[in-house]
Structure formats: structure tokens, C-alpha cells
């Protein structure tokens, strides 16, 4: 069976300081891997997907970067961190015969 | 404009009192609808998927219906542990292979026992 895994759960970290979150799936190929970020309270928003490696696509002008190094592995990351990038951030995926995603367990991210 | 509207923001209800939560959408060509459920500082669960208006859906006591503008999330008699955020997302035919979701802002039910 499939599985995501997304780490770490919650981060706390100072204003100007680099990130890096990371998401892995197992027990499938060539999925399509997304970064979502949602404000207390609010919807899901799309930051980044990808259909494949090396292939990032952005949904929202931001301060934060994503990477797909190997198949099954999705990195969102920033250089230097804004208070407003405090956020839960949630790594999804999908297949081809899988239209709906599945989640992982979110990280709650802090900065301070 | 908002492709995806959900209504009401909270909900709260007693204990076996029945509702619906609705979803609005906008959208060129529908692939799909999702519903998921979210507990506090988790990720969001499937629940559903719905292809074509007249479609519905069960499971234990919640049923999701779609018709060509909106959907219905019906919860029957519900119980405390039901209580969550109810989040509905479409997916349209023009995303093709990047199959993107797009959420609306959710539901916020509570049932109190």
C-alpha cells in the first residue's frame, strides 16, 4: 500500500533562518507530489506541484522554493524565512489511476 | 472569483440533529469532486469523490451528493466524533496531468453530545 511521510511535525524557527521540509512517498511511482499551505482557519492553498523529477511548478509568487531530487521525494525550502511563512504545511500526492490526493501528516511551522 | 465556496463557515449541532454542508463551485469542465475531513493539526482524509451531477455517495453516516453547481455533504444523526473540518475541493478537466485541487475554505462542524 501507499504511504506518505512528511516531516518534521512542527518547527520553530527564527526570522531570516533557511528551511527545509521534507516529503517522501512509498509504494508507488511517478506520482504527482504538491506543497500546500493553509492559514489557521482557511483553506488549502497550492504552492508548488510536480508532475516529475526535476519538474516544479509554482502556484504563488512567494519567499519559498520546492525540489523533486528523486521520484518519490518532494522538498519545499527557503533561504531565509519571513514571519509570514509561519504556516501548517501539507505535502500531498497523486497517481494516475488516483485522482484524489492523499495527505501527509502536516508540519506546523513557527517562525519567530 | 472564487471557484470553490463552502457554506456554512461553523456548524454546530446536537448530537443526532441531521444537516447538510454545502459546497458551490465554478468551474469550465469538472474531472472530479473531493470531500475530506480534517481533525486539528492533522492532514485532510478522504472521504469522496464525485464524477457527474446525480452522483451520490455513503459511507456510515454521511452521504455526498453533486449536482451540476453544487454538492452536499448530508450527515444523518451525527455523533460527537464527527466533529471536524469538512473541506471540498474540484478538480478540473483543464489541469490535465498536474491534476490540481482546488479547496474551498471548509466547514467547521461541531456536535455537542
Known amino acids: 500500500s501507499q504511504t506518505i511521510h512528511q516531516w518534521p511535525a512542527t518547527l520553530v524557527q527564527p526570522v531570516g533562518s533557511p528551511l527545509s521540509l521534507e516529503c517522501t512517498v512509498e509504494?508507488?511511482?511517478?506520482?504527482?507530489l504538491y506543497w500546500y499551505r493553509q492559514a489557521a482557519g482557511r483553506g488549502l492553498q497550492l504552492l508548488f506541484y510536480?508532475?516529475?523529477?526535476?519538474?516544479i511548478s509554482s502556484e504563488v509568487p512567494q519567499n519559498l522554493s520546492a525540489s523533486r531530487p528523486q521520484d518519490r521525494q518532494f522538498i519545499l525550502s527557503s533561504k531565509k524565512l519571513l514571519l509570514s511563512d509561519s504556516s501548517f504545511y501539507l505535502c500531498?500526492?497523486?497517481?494516475?489511476?488516483?485522482?484524489?490526493?492523499?495527505f501527509g501528516s502536516g508540519t506546523r511551522l513557527t517562525v519567530v | 472569483e472564487d471557484q470553490v465556496t463552502q457554506s456554512p463557515e461553523a456548524l454546530r449541532l446536537q448530537e443526532g440533529e441531521s444537516s447538510s454542508l454545502n459546497c458551490s463551485y465554478t468551474?469550465?469542465?469538472?474531472?472530479?469532486l473531493f470531500w475530506y475531513r480534517q481533525d486539528p493539526g492533522k492532514g485532510p482524509e478522504f472521504l469522496f469523490t464525485?464524477?457527474?451531477a446525480g452522483e451520490e455517495k455513503e459511507k456510515e453516516r454521511l452521504k455526498a451528493t453533486l449536482t451540476k453547481k453544487e454538492s452536499f455533504l448530508h450527515i444523518t444523526a451525527p455523533k460527537p466524533e464527527d466533529s471536524a473540518t469538512y473541506l471540498c475541493?474540484?478538480?478540473?478537466?483543464?489541469?490535465?496531468?498536474?491534476?490540481?485541487?482546488?479547496f474551498g475554505s471548509g466547514t467547521q462542524l461541531t456536535v455537542l453530545p
Open positions: 475541493a474540484v478538480q478540473e478537466i483543464s489541469s490535465g496531468s498536474a491534476r490540481q485541487l482546488t
Open positions: 510536480s508532475v516529475g523529477i526535476g519538474q
Open positions: 509504494g508507488t511511482s511517478n506520482p504527482n
Open positions: 468551474v469550465s469542465g469538472l474531472r472530479g
Open positions: 500531498a500526492w497523486s497517481g494516475i489511476n488516483h485522482y484524489g490526493y492523499t
Open positions: 464525485l464524477y457527474s
